[in-house]
């Protein structure tokens, strides 16, 4: 599986993004995917996971009710929305494949990162 993480930018607090993380491969739909991310000079931390079905999902608690994951296995995209952004959610934003985890080293496909900077 091949993963391609797009729709990052520059946005103010409380403002709202969706990542796209396009998959390239019909293995897309056997895995479960999460979401990542790093900010400069701290490690991957674990955001949001969702299930192969797209039917459970879990989050961080400092994105809950916040952060919603889905995804399209038709289309072979997954998504992440983000609304009320605040300025510490500035970090790369990387998708994975893999089983259901919120280890990073569990995820044996990682999509290239999609940079997210929100202003205060």
């Known amino acids: 599986v091949q993963l391609q993480a797009s729709g990052g930018g520059l946005v103010q607090a409380g403002g709202s993004l969706r990542l796209s993380c396009a998959a390239s491969g019909r293995a897309f739909s056997r895995y479960a995917m999460g979401w990542f991310r790093q900010a400069p000079g701290k490690d991957r931390e674990f955001v949001a996971v969702l299930t192969r079905s797209g039917g459970t999902s879990y989050y961080a608690d400092s994105v809950k009710g916040r952060f919603t994951v889905s995804r399209d296995n038709a289309q072979n995209t997954g998504y992440l929305q983000m609304n009320s952004l605040k300025p510490e959610d500035t970090a790369v934003y990387y998708c994975?494949?893999?089983?259901?985890?919120?280890?990073?080293?569990?995820?044996?496909?990682w999509g290239q990162g999609a940079e997210v900077t929100v202003s205060s």
């Open positions: 994975a494949s893999g089983p259901w985890s919120e280890v990073p080293g569990r995820y044996e496909y």
